[in-house]
Nanobody, 121 residues
Framework: QVQLVESGGGLVQAGGSLRLSCAASGRTFSNYYMAWFRQAPGKERELVAA????????RYADSVKGRFTISRDNAKNTMYLQMNNLEPEDTAVYYC??????????????WGQGTQVTVSS
């Protein structure tokens, strides 16, 4: 059974940094796409970044390019999202997701429980 567990959220001032982690278990993820989504109050869940676990190729939403970096550690079966120069608009619950195919929508098969990120101005 696939399990995704996020951690690393918290409260930070604008301009600060946080690193989110997503610990994955339950199968080999070398053929999977892993992604970070976020959902702010009253808004739809949106894709932030995605990574092909095997090749390491990455994609980013325009709103986070140059500020966020997605990565993975094969040995630890963990995906990361390094978030720098955070803005109040980045405030949201952040979710990790996994699937065999890349999609920019929310139809991924596997989801974590989410971690809250709050950026104060």
């Amino acid at each position: 059974q696939v399990q995704l567990v996020e951690s690393g959220g918290g409260l930070v001032q604008a301009g600060g940094s946080l690193r989110l982690s997503c610990a994955a278990s339950g199968r080999t993820f070398s053929n999977y796409y892993m992604a970070w989504f976020r959902q702010a109050p009253g808004k739809e869940r949106e894709l932030v970044a995605a990574i092909n676990w095997g090749s390491g190729s990455v994609r980013y939403a325009d709103s986070v390019k140059g500020r966020f970096t997605i990565s993975r550690d094969n040995a630890k079966n963990t995906m990361y999202l390094q978030m720098n120069n955070l803005e109040p608009e980045d405030t949201a619950v952040y979710y990790c997701a996994a699937d065999l195919r890349y999609r920019a929508n929310t139809t991924y098969n596997y989801w974590g429980q989410g971690t809250q990120v709050t950026v104060s101005s």
